[in-house]
């Protein structure tokens, strides 16, 4: 903590930027959390920071920094030896997301942007709901709040920061992230540019499953990767035809995978809730470093519908792109954890809640293919887990196609599906000039507990197509919206909603940035 205070001077100097806002918090009496933030605040050797705007953001960072590490720290000395398999794997999800949230935390209160802190914070309050997740989907009677990650004010301090970040930061309007004078992001070289603008694939590290390449599997690849890499150039690494049977988590930033194609490079897994995993942890494949691309790959959960939730992928990735890529699975097949990510051309397939979580993410041109449930079960596309109104974060589905897969198309209409449904409390989900073909139910969307979310969610649908595109039958919860502006709809778009024109272009990957 000492050295957080020290560090805090010298930020205190690089974050002193004036900003022009019309809604400023200078108090904590303006925060959602007015006494958790007096408790901090107030007690604070640093408090006469906070007579600035910049002061008393910085401060309200410092706080909740301080409690996460707290956390972590009295965790991870906790003697867990008699607790099952299965809570041990949700301790060990919590571990996992407070560290980020710490890093999250620290990304903020370093960074000059505070669209970018908004985006760090965001993610760290998607961390909270997660470590409560795994024990809640488990049918846990452990008593949550005595968890150190939920015992210390954590999610009251992160909606405090949120609320003064957003205060502070200027209108969205596409801009910068980190940007180099050339207009790239400042995590490409112009060799890496020049590299993921071209055709060929000029791989670091090769796998290929007849011993051709360097390594047999992705996992012993990825391994010598971070040890070669230094963490700032791109890393690529081309994954030839076939199947590889293994799971595989990476932390490792600025990481490209390439296949060779949709249904010739495919990782495939069964992990899933019903054999003891945590949905997060489930997952075929999962990355949380930042910058990941992935093209040219399947990703599968094999597990099947009567295994309930088993993820094919989960991202928290920040700034990553995934193009011409196959996500399949049924139950939580795409798990959008949290940061930025954008998907083009790629296929999406399954049952309940197949695309799920908290990041803000862009699907555009891509085919999303709902899948036979289990008998008696309902087909929902999206789950959106926004718990705080302040966070940036929600599902943007443009230019694309929502139709039944193979195996549902004959007996469609037998089973109900909808476009999604509310998670969390502040679920944010839009369809732009998407093509919704008949399976759509004409209410469109579902409700998750009686009236739970119906008030504070956003559900809107705009310029869609098809005959499951007809509005005037659906819900008409004060959430939702049939969106006629296009101005409104355009805040949904890869350009402002994922500020995708100062770091997708140099991907190489096409893309629209309006509607």
């Not at 003697?79 to 999250?104: M, R, Y």
């Not at 194609?261 to 949380?288: E, L, Y």
Request: aromatic fraction near 10%; include cysteine.
């Amino acid at each position: 903590m000492a050295k957080l205070i020290a560090n805090f001077f010298a930020l205190s100097l690089i974050m002193a930027i004036n900003v022009a806002t019309s809604n400023p918090i200078l108090s904590c009496s303006e925060t959602p959390y007015p006494y958790v933030c007096s408790s901090v605040v107030n007690t604070s050797p640093l408090i006469a920071q906070a007579k600035t705007q910049s002061g008393f953001r910085n401060l309200a960072l410092l706080a909740a920094l301080d409690r996460a590490v707290r956390a972590h720290e009295l965790a991870s000395a906790m003697d867990i030896s008699s607790l099952d398999e299965p809570l041990k794997a949700a301790w060990a999800d919590c571990l996992e997301v407070c560290q980020d949230t710490i890093g999250n935390l620290n990304s903020s209160m370093s960074s000059s942007s505070y669209d970018d802190a908004q985006t760090w914070l965001s993610a760290a309050m998607a961390n909270q709901q997660t470590c409560r997740n795994g024990f809640i989907e488990l049918g846990s009677s452990f008593p949550l709040d005595s968890l150190p990650f939920m015992s210390h004010n954590i999610s009251e301090l992160l909606s405090n920061s949120l609320a003064i970040n957003k205060a502070m930061a200027p209108a969205k309007s596409g801009g910068n992230r980190g940007l180099l004078l050339d207009g790239f992001p400042n995590w490409l070289s112009a060799s890496d540019r020049k590299f993921l603008q071209s055709s060929a694939i000029n791989a670091d590290l090769v796998v290929a499953k007849d011993g051709s390449g360097d390594y047999d599997t992705i996992s012993a690849a990825i391994a010598a990767a971070s040890k070669q890499s230094n963490g700032t150039s791109r890393f690529v690494i081309h994954v030839k035809a076939g199947v590889y049977n293994e799971n595989i988590d990476t932390s490792m930033k600025n990481l490209t995978i390439i296949g060779d194609g949709i249904n010739a490079t495919i990782v495939t897994g069964s992990k899933n809730v019903k054999d003891g995993s945590t949905t997060f942890r489930s997952a075929t494949f999962a990355v949380t470093g930042d910058g990941f691309i992935a093209r040219g790959m399947t990703f599968q959960n094999t597990a099947g519908p009567e295994k309930y939730q088993a993820v094919a992928f989960r991202s928290s990735s920040d700034l990553s792109v995934y193009y011409q890529c196959s996500f399949e699975g049924y139950q939580d097949t795409l798990y959008v954890h949290s940061k930025q990510q954008f998907y083009r051309n790629c296929n999406i397939y399954g049952t309940i809640d197949f695309i799920f979580g908290d990041a803000t993410v862009v699907f555009q041109n891509c085919n999303i293919y709902v899948r036979k449930p289990m008998t008696g079960q309902k087909n929902t596309v999206t789950a959106q887990g926004r718990t705080d109104e302040r966070t940036d974060t929600g599902i943007s589905i443009h230019d694309s196609v929502v139709t039944a897969a193979p195996d549902l198309k004959p007996v469609q209409s037998s089973f109900q599906t909808y476009l999604g449904r509310p998670w969390k409390k502040y679920s944010r989900t839009v369809y732009m000039k998407t093509f919704l073909d008949s399976l759509i139910d004409p209410a469109g969307w579902l409700e998750w507990d009686g009236d739970f979310a119906l008030k504070t969610l956003y559900y809107g649908e705009y310029m869609n197509t098809g005959a499951g595109a007809d509005t005037s039958q659906r819900v008409t919860w004060p959430g939702y919206h049939v969106i006629t502006s296009a101005a409104e709809a355009s805040q949904f778009t890869v350009g402002n909603f994922l500020s995708g024109n100062s770091w997708i272009p140099a991907t190489g990957v096409p893309y629209t940035p309006g509607l």
